[in-house]
């Protein structure tokens, strides 16, 4: 079993910027999706950004629209962390923030493609 645990989530004001880590534990992994999602009050839960990776090899990232250009997704050296910077944020973007993971490298990065989840942070724009 895979446990994740996001932190870095607060209140910030529209135009700022906040950073958003992920720690995955529990077990070793060489392939894997992960992914950033929010959720907004009387909102779906969407895709915010995603990564994959298969062994060594550098990974293969992706954005939502709504966020390219401002959100960038990122692992850490250990490739058990990852990471979401947000810069320019918006009251739009205040959400529930999940960190979630698939262990292959196929498949895509919609809520049903993931297998595990952590509890969330929350994200809080001010306008």
């Known amino acids: 079993q895979v446990q994740l645990v996001e932190s870095g989530g607060g209140l910030v004001q529209a135009g700022g910027s906040l950073t958003l880590s992920c720690a995955a534990s529990?077990?070793?992994?060489?392939?894997?999706?992960m992914a950033w999602f929010r959720q907004a009050p009387g909102k779906e839960r969407e895709p915010v950004a995603g990564?994959?990776?298969?062994?060594?090899?550098?990974?293969?990232?992706y954005h939502a629209d709504s966020v390219k250009g401002r959100f960038t997704i990122s692992r850490g050296n250990t490739k058990n962390t990852m990471y979401l910077q947000m810069n320019s944020l918006k009251p739009d973007d205040t959400a529930v923030y999940y960190c979630?993971?698939?262990?292959?490298?196929?498949?895509?990065?919609?809520?049903?493609?993931?297998?595990?989840w952590g509890k969330g942070t929350l994200v809080t724009v001010s306008s």
């Open positions: 979630a993971a698939a262990l292959s490298f196929s498949g895509g990065f919609s809520t049903y493609d993931m297998d595990y």
């Open positions: 990564v994959k990776w298969s062994g060594g090899g550098g990974g293969i990232t």
């Open positions: 529990g077990r070793t992994f060489s392939s894997v999706r």
